[in-house]
């Protein structure tokens, strides 16, 4: 069983950053963030693996976020730069196989509010 605590979100204006953690107690093939904004089905935002460090993102943060890892904290970390007001939902840490896009473990979220 892997606990992962998200951290980080808060409220921002547009154009802003924010750095969300998740913090995992243990380790997993590699770990990816999503959200989910009011009345929208679950996004994909990206993943990382643990090993190899290989990321994958989606089309509608590439270049605006960047995920990050710490091995020895295992502690995962995503760089949101550019905030837009579309950008806010709860975002979620999940640890699992990104490979097969299969996640087993799923933080509780934190909010992540833009104003314009």
């Not at 808060?10 to 998740?22: D, F, I, P, Y």
């Not at 990206?46 to 976020?65: C, E, L, M, Q």
């Not at 490979?99 to 979220?109: L, M, N, Q, T, V």
Request: net charge positive.
């Amino acid at each position: 069983q892997v606990q992962l605590v998200e951290s980080g979100g808060g409220s921002v204006q547009a154009g802003g950053s924010l750095r969300l953690s998740c913090a995992a107690s243990g380790r997993t093939f590699g770990m990816g963030w999503f959200r989910q904004a009011p009345g929208k089905e679950r996004e994909f935002l990206v993943t990382i693996n643990w090993k190899s460090g290989n990321t994958y993102y989606a089309d509608s943060v590439k270049g605006r976020f960047t995920i990050s890892k710490d091995n020895v904290k295992n502690t995962v970390y995503l760089q949101m730069n550019s905030l837009k007001p579309e950008d806010t939902a709860v975002y979620y840490c999940a640890a699992g196989n990104p490979e097969i896009g299969k996640y087993d473990y799923w933080g509780a979220g934190t909010q992540v509010t833009v104003s314009s």
